[in-house]
């Protein structure tokens, strides 16, 4: 550790020269450890946006049960309390005719004068079900078999698409993150050793003269981290423009997707990137160091 | 300080490089060893400095018993060695000052300590006027100097030179030997491998060590030319 501290300096002059000495694959290496590490932060952010769709989507799942003909409200209200008793139901309410419609016109805003071209209102009065979407199969088949219920209508498809393309999306980020860690595990590790066989007359003589494996790596493991954080902080940059430019056209044209919000994203995004970027670039930079051990025949 | 026990050394490829070697020695001795090329010099200092293993008798350099089962204490003894290579192993594209500092930066010396100690050496070498100066641009005496600049700042107990007279004239090869035997003290052990005998036939107060096809002799010369064989 002294050591360390009293050749941090050196450390870095090294790590330059290091860099210098194979510019232009170290160039390479950093755009594309930036590029890696975007891609798993466009996947992280596609993934987390699904997830809160999902999470909305069952904060807000419901179900809609209607009645068989000749309901009236006195009988309807009763079966609404009924519903109201069954378990994992949170709330139900009773939506007349009136109210559909005008759920209806709401709902279709400027095209809402189609409904002009019906004589009478075409909307049939129903119970709005809020359930736990866990308990959805129970809830269905007790309101079903309930005497003045007709049929009952649910949104599951839609819930279980949006869920399975979520799941795809997590099992997606894996691979992702299993590609982007391989890919610069190789590319920090290959340009280690480069460092290392440009710099073996060096590294034989320190060896001669007694300098630990430590002293010795250092200067590499330093090069490791700065690449990958060079890269991490290249795609950070670009995440951040990407989240500023889709947040900006989602809030205009697809106002109802339920976005997590910006501050919390970015945040989550900036410190997976730099931490991903940190461990990789140790892991990958001790894992060319190995190559170290061959360097030179008179270094044991 | 140095002690060999029947050392013999055979490289991979078969050559027997030493015989039976038996050596001994002590803190503060001028050590000269000399023979024509090929002969063993250079197999003998690679021993002393854990480049090579004994393949049969024992070694032991400043108490470390010289084997290969752990390298740690190999690195750890070369800490207490300078070394003064025969093609100088200087770091290019570094300067003088720089290439001295580097064979102290892991020996836990203080920053300041560290560019006391350089400069020194540097100024007892006689290159106080090219410490900047990068190694590539030195004259061959000069970067030898810079060599024994480097093996000498780090203040060690043992230091090697392997030909240092190599490539130079009759006069520089003395001040060269000069220099190098200028820093045996009582604490100091001096080695040299040297094919030029003439530089040092008239020498006193040290030990010759012979190597002839492997085989040494060695002649220990006291003050004033008063000779013993061993």
Not at chain 2, 93 to 119: D, H, T, W
Not at chain 2, 150 to 168: S, W
Not at chain 2, 190 to 205: C, F, K, P, R
Request: aromatic letters at 6%.
């Amino acid at each position: 550790m002294k050591n360390v501290l009293y050749n941090l300096g050196y450390f870095l002059k090294e790590a330059k020269k290091i860099i210098q000495l194979n510019l232009l694959s170290n160039i390479f290496s950093f755009l594309g450890t930036g590029l890696i590490l975007f891609m798993l932060a466009m996947v992280v952010c596609g993934w987390s946006i699904g997830n809160r769709l999902v999470e909305m989507l069952q904060k807000e799942a419901e179900i809609n049960a209607y009645f068989q003909e000749g309901t009236d409200e006195q009988d309807a209200l009763k079966l609404v309390e009924t519903i109201k008793n069954i378990e994992g139901v949170s709330d139900a309410v009773l939506i007349d005719e009136a109210e559909a419609f005008r759920r209806m016109e709401e709902v279709l805003g400027e095209e809402a004068y189609i409904l002009d071209l019906f004589e009478d209102n075409p909307f049939e009065a129903y119970i709005e079900v809020r359930i736990h979407l866990d308990d959805i199969d129970t809830i269905l088949e007790e309101v079903k078999n309930l005497d003045g219920i007709d049929y009952v209508r649910d949104n599951r498809e839609v819930l279980d698409r949006i869920q399975s393309i979520t799941e795809g999306l997590k099992y997606l980020g894996y691979l992702i993150f299993a590609a982007v860690g391989i890919t610069t595990l190789v590319i920090v590790s290959h340009m280690i050793r480069q460092g290392i066989y440009n710099n073996r007359d060096q590294i034989n003589t320190l060896r001669l003269l007694g300098a630990p494996n430590s002293f010795i790596g250092f200067p590499f493991v330093l090069v490791g981290m700065l690449l990958t954080l060079g890269g991490g902080i290249l795609s950070a940059v670009l995440i951040v423009v990407l989240i500023n430019m889709g947040y900006g056209q989602m809030s205009g044209t697809l106002p109802f997707i339920p976005l997590p919000p910006r501050d919390e994203l970015i945040s989550g995004l900036l410190i997976l990137i730099m931490s991903t970027s940190i461990i990789l670039g140790l892991a990958g930079s001790l894992f060319g160091l190995s190559s170290i051990k061959n360097t030179g025949n008179n270094g044991q | 300080m140095i002690e060999a026990k029947g050392v013999s050394l055979r490289y991979r490829d078969g050559t027997l490089a030493l015989k039976d070697v038996n050596l001994e020695v002590s803190p503060g001795e001028l050590v000269y060893i000399t023979g024509p090329s090929g002969s063993g010099k250079t197999s003998l200092l690679k021993l002393l400095m854990g480049m090579e293993y004994p393949t049969s008798g024992s070694l032991s350099v400043l108490g470390q018993a010289m084997t290969k089962d752990d390298p740690r204490k190999i690195r750890k003894l070369r800490r207490l060695i300078g070394p003064v290579f025969q093609e100088f192993k200087l770091i290019k594209g570094r300067s003088a000052m720089e290439n001295v500092l580097m064979g102290m930066r892991f020996l836990g010396i203080s920053p300041k300590q560290m560019k006391e100690n350089a400069r020194n050496a540097l100024i007892r070498v006689g290159l106080e006027h090219k410490m900047l100066s990068r190694v590539e641009n030195l004259s061959w005496g000069e970067a030898q100097r810079v060599a024994i600049a480097r093996a000498v700042a780090r203040k060690p107990l043992l230091i090697l030179a392997d030909e240092p007279t190599g490539n130079l004239d009759h006069d520089n090869a003395l001040n060269i030997l000069d220099l190098l035997t200028s820093f045996k003290d009582k604490n100091t052990t001096v080695i040299i491998t040297t094919h030029a005998t003439h530089l040092i036939e008239g020498q006193s107060d040290a030990t010759f060590v012979k190597v002839r096809e492997g085989n040494i002799s060695v002649e220990r010369r006291a003050k004033f030319s008063e000779k013993c064989f061993v």
